[in-house]
């Protein structure tokens, strides 16, 4: 996940160094949570179709009374809306219009990176896999940036609800057998001039299919686009929240090596873990000291509403994130398998934009095979034993 969602920073950064004056259509976007999305009731004359699921297995949205389909639930996939959108200048190309509903969020004022104004970076591509075995990215078909740079190539910034007030129109586009939109709101426009490690939080992002969570290198989801007519699809735009997670050590557990190691927090959309688990927050430390009464701080991203649960695990013997040998952990056991304790559920709510947590690791795992602890954080290499 972390290479692939690396891409879409990138891709966004890179965009502001082409900006073409275009304009564009959507579909709403799997978020976060159990709410499914609903078929709208309002759409125009004709036959509605049904929302889809959301995202962590909600029923499928009803059909709208007239129309095209319902825009996007809170959290569900939605239908698509056709509503005005004119037709492209060459009847012989199609025009797209994008419009933008982001999720309510309650922005922090003082802080620059979460105040909810920075830059608007929207995209159509026709594929949707956009990444290369190389790391970069295909050729988008067509980018707007909002606010528009300036001549000299400087860039302002505006609040996210100016730049999301009206449609995003791209016309006279080339009518391939399929268009993906996608776009992303820099409301930590600090990344654009230096390039961070992606996911960060004060990104937004819509157009990506994130039904399954977070995943490595999410398909983008299409855009229906036909020669000589215009559409407009709505799509939902989600944040990735500032996620910070206090870890300690519970009373009377001892770690089986020295307490150091990588720290990894992640977020699921349910208690008992399994394949089927789905992520949606993630946080790293490289190396992190547990050992006697410490506790660290672990920043990371969170995305959508839950419900949600909240695990750490310490990698102790750093065997790496496949092994649970010598883990500090806060987890149980049980016959179905590891499972987050009910402690561990996560609550917040539905407009932060920065949530904090306490977790304690409560459960170590036996010592992998002839194996010492050389993981310590006093060391240059923090490697395997």
């Not at 966004?12 to 073409?20: E, I, K, R, T, V």
């Not at 730049?163 to 129109?169: S, Y």
């Not at 959309?269 to 009464?293: E, H, R, Y």
């Not at 036996?366 to 954080?377: I, L, T």
């Amino acid at each position: 996940m972390k290479n692939g969602m690396r891409g879409l920073l990138s891709a966004g950064l890179c965009a502001l160094c082409f900006a073409h004056a275009c304009g564009g259509e959507s579909e709403g976007d799997g978020g976060g949570g159990k709410d499914a999305g609903s078929g709208g009731s309002d759409a125009s004359a004709g036959g509605g179709s049904a929302g889809a699921a959301g995202s962590s297995g909600g029923a499928a949205g009803s059909a709208g009374s007239g129309g095209a389909g319902g825009a996007a639930g809170a959290a569900g996939a939605g239908g698509t809306t056709s509503v005005s959108c004119a037709p492209p200048s060459d009847v012989t190309k199609a025009a797209v219009c994008v419009l933008l509903q982001p999720e309510p969020m309650k922005f922090l004022p003082t802080d620059p990176k979460l105040d909810g104004k920075g830059v608007l970076v929207v995209q159509l591509f026709d594929t949707a896999q956009v990444e290369t075995a190389d790391g970069g990215e295909v050729p988008a078909v067509a980018t707007v940036v909002l606010p528009t740079p300036s001549s000299d190539g400087g860039q302002s910034e505006d609040t996210l609800a100016n730049l999301t007030q009206q449609p995003i129109r791209f016309d006279a586009l080339p009518v391939p057998s399929a268009l993906h939109a996608r776009t992303l709101f820099f409301d930590d426009t600090s990344v654009l001039a230096s390039p961070v490690d992606f996911p960060v939080p004060g990104v937004w992002i819509a157009g990506i299919d994130l039904g399954a969570g977070l995943s490595e290198d999410p398909p983008l989801l299409p855009v229906a686009a036909t020669a000589g007519q215009g559409t407009e699809v709505t799509r939902k735009l989600w944040a990735l929240r500032k996620l910070t997670v206090q870890v300690s050590r519970a009373a009377g557990v001892s770690p089986k090596g020295n307490g150091q190691g990588p720290l990894g927090v992640l977020v699921t959309d349910k208690a008992q873990v399994s394949s089927t688990s789905k992520v949606f927050g993630t946080g790293v430390l490289p190396c992190a000291d547990v050992s006697g009464t410490q506790k660290v701080n672990v920043g990371g991203i969170l995305f959508g509403t839950g419900p949600y649960w909240l695990t750490a695990v310490l990698d102790d013997y750093g065997v790496g994130s496949n092994d649970l040998s010598g883990a500090l952990t806060a987890l149980e056991l049980t016959g179905g398998g590891p499972k987050i304790p009910a402690k561990n559920q996560l609550t917040f709510a539905a407009d932060a934009y920065a949530v904090s947590a306490s977790i304690e690791l409560d459960l170590a795992f036996d010592p992998p095979d002839g194996g010492g602890d050389a993981v310590s954080c006093g060391t240059v290499d923090a490697g395997g034993d």
